[in-house]
């Protein structure tokens, strides 16, 4: 197969194990870069599916056809909301390894798609999901085999190409300071709502909006607004998201320090 780079680069893809897992890291970021003119994107490295929210399900392991489908469907009205594109690889749920297969195809979206900066989830969700470790492993990898010289065969003839800079969001909310990485705020405050939405697309997830504020079937969203409002606070914003950086940060512009 030849596939040839698409002609506008995607500046921004941020990589997640499960549709909504960007949404919910950095859902306001992406949506904060989008509305500035950088084109942003999704790759989800799964369906997410089979789930045990499907309560059709009888074992792990059964599939229901229309409602993989529909859980598509959410995401790709997540993306719009976003703003971004999405493209959901087809990587086994809940069987995700950080393995040749995996690298080669993350890093023909990244040859395709041709982004300057990658985000990706960092650490483990401990007693959750193992595939976003796995996740971070495998974006990492996908980096390197995408800036490969002499090896274009694994990645559908598409030319090399070097993305200039890693980012992460991590996936333990209390680990602000992840060792040996430097961390940053984002202020999302004026795009937090559509964080939300993009969030509440996911209906067959069970999330269900904030604002009620108790009869949550899933609380998650709601704990992790009032994280972002943590983190906004800290640097004097309404909301903030957090990444990290496995290099330091150069500034010259100390005008923040200044009006903080
Ligand atoms: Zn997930």
């Known amino acids: 197969m030849i596939e040839e780079p698409i002609d506008v680069p995607v500046e921004v ?10 949404e919910l890291g950095v859902g306001g970021t992406l949506a904060k870069l989008a509305h500035s003119g950088i084109r942003t994107g999704i790759i989800d490295l799964t369906n997410a599916e089979p789930t045990p929210k499907n309560v059709k399900y009888r074992s792990p392991d059964d599939f229901d056809a229309d409602y993989a489908a529909n859980r598509m469907a959410e995401a790709q009205e ?17 069987r995700l390894f950080d393995d040749f ?19 990706t989830m960092y650490g483990k969700t401990l007693m959750a999901s193992p595939d976003h470790n796995q996740a971070q492993l495998i974006t990492e990898s996908a980096i390197f085999y995408s800036r490969l010289t002499k090896w274009d065969k694994y ?19 209390i680990d602000l300071h992840p060792e040996g990485h430097t961390s940053f705020l984002v202020d999302i405050s004026n795009f937090v709502d559509l964080k939300e939405r993009a969030i509440m697309s996911y209906k067959s997830q069970g999330f269900v909006p904030s604002s009620g504020g108790q ?9 992790l607004l009032n994280w972002n409002r943590n983190l906004g606070s800290r640097v004097g914003v309404e909301y903030a998201e957090h990444l990290v950086s496995p290099v330091p ?3 010259d512009d100390f005008s923040y320090f200044l009006n903080k």
């Open 101 to 119: 297969e995996a690298r080669c195809k993350v890093a023909t979206v990244f040859r395709k798609w041709r982004p300057k900066i990658v985000i």
């Open 13 to 22: 893809v941020a990589v997640g194990a499960h549709p909504d897992d960007v």
């Open 215 to 223: 009869s949550l079937v899933s609380p998650f969203p709601a704990l």
């Open 249 to 251: 940060l150069r500034c």
């Open 78 to 94: 997540a993306a719009r909301i976003l703003g971004v594109e999405r493209i959901t690889l087809d990587l086994p749920n809940r």
């Open 155 to 173: 990645f559908n003839n598409l030319p090399v190409h070097r993305v200039k800079s890693l980012l992460y969001f991590p996936v333990r909310f």
